[in-house]
């Protein structure tokens, strides 16, 4: 997936209120840009970090950048766009190129699901549907690991609930973590920051609910969805 206007570099001054954030762009102009993620950002919104934003010209936003990728050391980075993950699903999809979700004819996004919710994606084929939550695993806190969540998720408990419920009604379901930065070979589910969240995954896991973990390509110029990487389950401080 390409941005579709290209990013431009500028330097955090500070994010605040979750979803706003001051910058200053290279000739020194200071901008107000769009936050698109509530998490806790951990390692990616320190003031001074390099980031990158995309503008806008459209007239009814209030704010003429959002702010998409930040530079990390050595030379990665990360996305903190947390709706990026499933624009970029939704084209790996489509071209089937997601190993294990490649034998299906039709892709829908945002079906309304369970109680009250909408799932990201439901595939449907010759075979049974299946249902397909995406989380964006931004957090690292040592070593080549990559986590989900970085802070207290409800929301995302319940999911795992309503994909078990798929399941047993003879549904297929798949959990899909996305890993959204360049310096992490392996994926795990953070259990001590939302011990929910961790228990509402592991029972789901044994009700049938599938995880495919997956790499990413990240670029100023796009994000792509690339091949598999290990799965860890769920781990306890890193």
């Known amino acids: 997936m390409r941005f579709a206007t290209p990013l431009i570099p500028a330097t955090l001054v500070r994010r605040y209120k979750r979803f706003l954030a001051d910058a200053v762009l290279d000739d ?13 950002m951990t390692g990616q919104a320190a003031p001074g970090a390099r980031i990158w934003l995309e503008p806008n010209d459209d007239p009814k936003r209030k704010l003429k950048y959002g702010w998409r990728l930040t530079d990390l050391p050595g030379g990665h980075r990360v996305v903190v766009d947390t709706g990026l993950p499933n624009r970029v ?9 997601v190993p294990g979700l490649d034998g299906y004819d039709t892709v829908r996004a945002e079906v309304g699901y369970g109680a009250n919710s909408r799932v990201d994606f439901l595939l449907t084929g010759p075979e049974r549907d299946i249902y397909v939550e ?14 989900f969540p970085d802070c207290v998720t409800l929301r995302g408990a319940r999911h795992m609930g309503e994909l078990a419920e798929m399941v047993r ?10 890993l959204q930065r360049t310096d992490c070979d392996r994926i795990g589910v953070a259990s001590d920051i939302d011990p929910g969240y961790g228990r509402a995954f592991d029972a789901a896991r044994v009700a049938g609910v599938e995880v495919i973990a997956l790499d990413s ?8 969805a690339q091949g598999a990487l290990p799965f860890m389950g769920t781990v306890t401080g890193g």
């Open 28 to 40: 020194g102009t200071e901008v107000t840009a769009h936050c698109p993620n509530p998490g806790a």
């Open 89 to 97: 699903l939704a084209e790996a999809l489509r071209a089937r190129a």
């Open 134 to 147: 995406v989380k964006a695993v931004t957090l690292r806190r040592t070593g080549d690991l990559a986590e």
């Open 169 to 178: 009604q003879g549904h297929r379901a798949v959990v899909l973590f996305a």
């Open 217 to 224: 390509r990240i670029t100023v110029g796009g994000v792509w």
